[in-house]
């Protein structure tokens, strides 16, 4: 929720030009740092061996979950331990607004007023704005995304409904996700008794790997249920800014090595960090399949913020693995569209992926 924010954002970064089945099968316990799983669709001992060797050495803890949507191979580690978000939470809200937009509940180009004492610590910068302001949500969802605005977030609560986010959690059938309140703010109502332990939200590795999930496919509306033709412009926003993703120092950290701010991003991700807390969740659009990627590092001893912190680079190391290791060629952005370019997939394969 936290982030240090470099002057030039003022400069034309804040406002990026943006362009106009979840997987819910049963998940396997796990009761150790170091327990992994063998998902159907296998994985190579030496990636997990890679990635368990790099969680041990790590000064705190880790949960991740990794799969390539093509071909099924897993990774894991403590994928199914509830994790606090810290910001990654930010994805189950602008899930919740795309499926209100789609229907007809909410629009993009209406307007929302930040009024004054609205702002909140933290990332962001409207709480350095004058007030009253008047943002579009589609404003309010950008900064929320591309900056972790935490104001802007709180703007987009007030907009949609915590009640209706975590009704939207349920539907999609995570049993340990939930977002418990505003950001910076005090609950407006009695918590569940677990709240003071994980602060703004609570998840899994494996659980928000379904979130972004569903954004990358545009699985939108319930399972069997016939796609709109408004859905692909709708998954198309979301995927613009989860690409312009202001924070590149976890999972895009040894990937990107080229400047990809004109030509567009391989990698649509949504961070979140508190002093001894880095996260990252990220669409990676690898050149032989599309990987999600979900890494939350957590009582971590590094609770520095500066890039070089451990738990940062632990998680970029990590996303270099895998990618090293399912799609040794690189990334291609082209693919990072709604759909990820699955459709293509021939039937026999896409079923592995299920």
Same mark, same amino acid.
């Given at each position: 929720?936290?982030?240090?924010?470099?002057?030039?954002?003022?400069?034309? /970064?804040?406002?990026?030009?943006?362009?106009?089945?979840?997987?819910?099968?049963?998940?396997?316990?796990?009761?150790?740092?170091?327990?992994?799983?063998?998902?159907?669709?296998? @994985?190579?001992?030496?990636?997990?061996?890679?990635?368990?060797?790099?969680? @041990?050495?790590?000064?705190?803890?880790?949960?991740?979950?990794?799969?390539?949507?093509?071909?099924?191979?897993?990774?894991?580690?403590? $994928? +199914?331990?509830?994790?606090?978000? $810290?910001?990654?939470?930010?994805?189950?809200?602008?899930?919740?607004?795309?499926?209100?937009?789609?229907?007809?509940?909410?629009?993009?180009?209406?307007?929302?007023?930040?009024? %004054?004492?609205?702002? /909140?610590?933290?990332?962001?910068?409207?709480?350095?704005?004058?007030?009253?302001?008047?943002?579009?949500?589609?404003?309010?969802?950008?900064?929320? /995304?591309?900056?972790?605005?935490? &104001?802007?977030?709180?703007?987009?609560?007030?907009?949609?409904?915590?009640?209706?986010?975590?009704?939207?959690? $349920?539907?999609?059938?995570?049993?340990? @996700?939930?977002?418990?309140?505003?950001?910076? %703010? !005090?609950?407006?109502? #009695?918590? !569940?008794?677990?709240?003071?332990?994980?602060?703004?939200?609570?998840?899994?590795?494996?659980?928000?790997?379904?979130?972004? *999930?569903?954004?990358?496919?545009?699985?939108?509306?319930?399972?069997?249920?016939?796609?709109?033709?408004?859905?692909?412009?709708?998954?198309?926003?979301?995927?613009?800014?989860?690409?312009?993703?202001?924070?590149?120092? =976890?999972? !895009?950290?040894?990937?990107?090595?080229?400047?990809?701010?004109? &030509?567009?991003?391989?990698?649509?991700? %949504? @961070?979140?960090?508190? +002093?001894?807390?880095?996260?990252?969740?990220?669409?990676?659009?690898?050149?032989?399949? #599309?990987?999600?990627?979900?890494?939350?590092?957590?009582?971590?001893?590094?609770?520095?913020? &500066?890039?070089?912190?451990?738990?940062?680079?632990?998680?970029?190391?990590?996303?270099?693995?895998?990618?090293?290791?399912?799609? #040794? *060629?690189?990334?291609?952005?082209? =693919?990072?569209?709604?759909?990820?370019?699955?459709?293509?997939? #021939? %039937? *026999?394969?896409?079923?592995?992926?299920?």
């Amino acid at each position: 929720m936290r982030h240090r924010v470099s002057g030039l954002l003022l400069a034309g /970064v804040l406002w990026p030009a943006i362009s106009g089945m979840s997987l819910l099968g049963q998940m396997q316990g796990l009761s150790h740092n170091l327990v992994t799983e063998e998902p159907a669709g296998g @994985t190579t001992d030496t990636l997990q061996n890679e990635l368990n060797a790099l969680a @041990t050495a790590h000064h705190g803890h880790v949960a991740m979950y990794a799969r390539q949507l093509n071909t099924g191979k897993t990774v894991a580690i403590d $994928a +199914n331990k509830p994790v606090q978000t $810290a910001s990654v939470i930010k994805l189950t809200i602008l899930f919740e607004a795309m499926e209100q937009i789609r229907a007809g509940n909410a629009h993009w180009d209406e307007k929302l007023t930040l009024a %004054k004492g609205d702002g /909140v610590s933290g990332s962001g910068v409207l709480t350095f704005l004058d007030a009253p302001l008047t943002l579009t949500l589609t404003d309010v969802l950008t900064l929320m /995304v591309i900056m972790s605005d935490n &104001t802007a977030t709180n703007l987009a609560i007030d907009r949609l409904g915590v009640d209706a986010v975590n009704a939207r959690i $349920a539907w999609m059938g995570l049993k340990d @996700t939930h977002l418990y309140k505003k950001v910076g %703010k !005090p609950p407006s109502g #009695p918590m !569940p008794a677990d709240q003071p332990k994980f602060g703004l939200g609570k998840t899994t590795a494996h659980e928000m790997e379904m979130v972004i *999930e569903r954004i990358g496919r545009c699985e939108l509306g319930a399972p069997g249920e016939t796609a709109q033709p408004g859905d692909n412009a709708i998954c198309q926003v979301a995927l613009g800014m989860l690409r312009n993703q202001f924070y590149r120092n =976890t999972i !895009p950290r040894y990937l990107e090595t080229l400047d990809s701010s004109e &030509t567009g991003s391989g990698i649509a991700s %949504k @961070t979140g960090s508190l +002093n001894a807390v880095r996260n990252d969740v990220a669409i990676v659009a690898g050149k032989t399949g #599309p990987i999600i990627i979900s890494i939350f590092t957590y009582e971590n001893q590094d609770k520095s913020w &500066t890039a070089d912190n451990e738990g940062e680079v632990l998680i970029g190391k990590m996303a270099k693995a895998i990618v090293q290791a399912w799609s #040794p *060629e690189g990334l291609d952005g082209k =693919t990072l569209v709604p759909g990820l370019g699955l459709n293509s997939v #021939p %039937k *026999e394969e896409a079923a592995t992926s299920k």
